[in-house]
């Protein structure tokens, strides 16, 4: 058990190593910086010109969490839509492109080892930016009184959220050596997951409730209200699972025919 543990860990480290080697990470890290500072001002300008207001008797913004941590932990979820297929899309394109994949299938350790490697060596880049996003909305703290359980909920609802992304990633980078092919196929597919629901209303009850379930936003929306129900978290985790599945096989049949 402890040298599976020190071989993943040893495969992160590694994956890690190779985002802030390259310019991928720094360019994603300072691109979600720059779009989720936009948006905090934005929100946080309507929140004080509506408290402004409401001393002339205009109708003001009471609730922080509900008026604007909620829509800007809404607008940092697509912001991870469009910016996640980028961390994964060289997960495996670029270790088949440049043969490199070969030397870590025939290395002593299992190809579930390599995956969860690379699976949290990617968790890891994206937490990195959810980082940025706190310290942003730690600024809140000094400015009012927001509830910390919302916020936690956001957070975590955001975390399994992108760890679905980048499960699916892993697998779709892992079918092509194309960067490009592997970013855009993820892209695609998640935003499928993404508006699923928008056809719910042209179907029948039953094919509506299972697009709804399918929904990968719809399970996001209790989170940024500040629920944590296990149906969601059930549904974020077997998604994980099966998008890490689907890379196990995939991987595995590219050692067969290897």
């Not at 109708?59 to 809404?74: E, F, H, K």
């Not at 970013?183 to 597919?189: D, I, R, S």
Request: net charge positive; hydrophobic share 55%.
């Amino acid at each position: 058990m402890a040298s599976h543990i020190r071989n993943i860990a040893a495969i992160t480290g590694k994956e890690v190593r190779g985002y802030f080697g390259s310019p991928i990470a720094w360019v994603i890290l300072g691109l979600f910086a720059v779009l989720f500072a936009y948006f905090f001002n934005v929100y946080l300008t309507m929140f004080v010109r509506s408290g402004m207001q409401a001393q002339f008797g205009g109708q003001a913004m009471t609730n922080v969490n509900n008026d604007m941590i909620r829509p800007l932990l809404q607008n940092a979820s697509v912001l991870i839509l469009f910016l996640l297929p980028m961390v994964t899309m060289r997960t495996y394109s670029e270790e088949m492109r440049s043969g490199t994949i070969e030397l870590l299938l025939t290395s002593p350790v299992t190809d579930l080892e390599i995956i969860l490697g690379k699976f949290f060596g990617a968790v890891s880049l994206y937490l990195g930016l959810l980082a940025v996003t706190a310290l942003f909305v730690g600024l809140l703290f000094f400015l009012g009184h927001p509830a910390w359980k919302p916020l936690v909920s956001g957070y975590i609802g955001l975390a399994l959220l992108g760890s679905c992304f980048i499960s699916i990633g892993l697998f779709i980078s892992s079918t092509t050596k194309n960067q490009m092919v592997a970013g855009t196929a993820t892209f695609v597919f998640a935003l499928m997951l993404w508006i699923i629901s928008w056809f719910a209303d042209s179907v029948g009850p039953t094919a509506a409730a299972v697009l709804n379930y399918l929904s990968i936003t719809q399970h996001f929306e209790d989170f940024a209200k500040g629920i944590i129900d296990t149906k969601h978290v059930v549904f974020y985790l077997s998604l994980i699972v099966f998008g890490l599945f689907l890379t196990l096989k995939s991987v595995d049949t590219a050692r067969w025919r290897g």
